[in-house]
């Protein structure tokens, strides 16, 4: 965000020293932006107040550095030496001292949100000010030497909000993967999660087990004075055979939301000497391998990370398939082999000189190289350039095929499509259908969750509802767990500490 005055805005648009709220815009936050999805805090929060800088460090235009706890309003006193805090949610220009020496640090912006209207559900002050590492050094140092504020840990303010209900650890852990995207469809994925659709689902699925678990209960209950009726078993089982359906389909989502999240590892597998490291070069657009016309160069695994159409792909260059004599090359041989039963997708390098374009041909040189059963497959027919004469059509047939050229590019443009599609296929769209499995905690408890939902179709069955009670309450915890509702704390720990500190 730009400054006022010396920091990058117009000086009239600022009261004088004193006053410092904005003319002419006003720049304010509107109480919903502050708070982050829904739920209540307590306003001005409990315990000890936290400080960190939020912004990346390094030299930048402007550095935040943002404060939640019961001191965030006197922190702003005491570093800008007014009565109070500014209006909330309104930027205003503060010259910023140390409390101590009154020498002046900055003069930059500061923001207040009591809460419960904030990011953590506490009270919250920002301070916007120039990037410099000196200057944020000394107001961090200046924020230290004040009683009753210390460093933030790791990810402590999104424990906060979690803690006062702001979000649950579904939408925590879409915040996290936010901030790692690297990619268009990871932005968006994570920004779906992080504002509550993943939440929601698993809540829906909840309230319909407390639904069943209540009605079921009731007929134990109640069921000899008359009181409840006889079909409310029916349509407990009902409810539950419904809700075991869901959850098998999303559990079958082909981990669309795992790879999408950590990215599809690609491996490029083929025999020496069909340009394997080339092929990597010319991808990520750097020499990234050592390519030589020596067969067997490649001997380690070389991976890159990559933007392919909005997807993430790790590729991994591997030596050459094939018997070697040589033992650092058989040891490079078995981690290529390594690496490929681990491919989520194999780009099969061939030279296009070398093997006949039928799918006959292609299938038994794709078999030669024994991918995984099952794992999708691009064929790569590499030095197109050295073809004679007219170039016919890859087969429609078999797996996808492209002829491409490593040393002029040619058919790079077809390949770049190609693996489009491909990673379309396994990530799918994040913004369609239901939200995608993003974390396999998530898989782990659904899959207990479901296996309580059948082990109570079978008690029913049986006539044994006191244990199929016992079920869906497994099943409810269980689903309590994703969400931080039911036993969180033995995950709390786990999610939070991969966040960055000023989160």
Known sequence: MAEPGDLGLPGEGVRGEGSHLWRGPTWQVPPEASTHLCGCGTAG?????????????????????????????????????????????????????????????????????????????????????????????????????????????????????????????????????????????????????????????????????????????????????????????????????????????????????????????????GPPNVGKSSLLNLLCRRPAAIVSPSAGTTRDVLEVALDIGGYPLLLSDTAGLRRAADPVEREGVRRARERLCQADLVLAVLDATSVSPTPAALGAALAALEPPPGTPCVLVLNKADLLGGPRGATPAQGPPATLLSCKTGEGLEALLELLAQQLAQLCGDPLSGWPSLTQSRHSRHLGACAAALGRFGDLGDSGDLALAAEQLRLARRELGRITGHVGAEDVLDIIFRDFCVGK
């Open 45 to 269: 929060g409990t315990g000890d107040t936290i400080f960190a800088l939020s912004s990346a460090p390094g030299r930048c235009g402007v550095a935040v550095i943002r404060a939640s706890g019961p001191g965030s309003a006197g922190l702003l006193r005491s570093l800008t030496g007014t009565p109070g805090p500014p209006p909330p949610r309104v930027l205003a220009l503060r010259r910023i001292r140390d409390p101590r020496s009154a020498e002046t640090l900055d003069r930059g912006l500061v923001v207040w949100f009591p809460g419960p209207n904030s990011f953590t559900g506490e009270d919250c002050a920002e301070l916007h000010v120039h990037g410099g590492p000196a200057v944020v050094s000394g107001v961090l140092q200046a924020l230290g030497r004040l009683p009753g504020l210390r460093p933030a840990e790791p990810g402590e303010f999104t424990r906060r909000a979690f803690a006062h209900g702001k979000l649950d650890l579904t939408a925590a852990e879409g915040l996290r993967d936010l901030i790692a995207a690297e990619t268009e469809a990871q932005r968006r994925q994570a920004l779906r999660q992080m504002e509550g659709d993943l939440g929601r689902l698993y809540q829906r699925w909840s309230h319909a087990l407390t639904q069943a678990l209540a009605h079921l209960e009731a007929y134990i209950d109640f069921s000899e004075d008359d009181n409840v009726e006889e079909e409310v078993l029916a349509r407990v089982a009902v409810t539950v055979r419904a809700l075991l359906q869901e959850i098998r389909g999303h559990l079958r989502d082909g981990r669309r939301g795992e790879l999408l999240r950590g990215g599809v590892r690609a491996v490029i597998a």
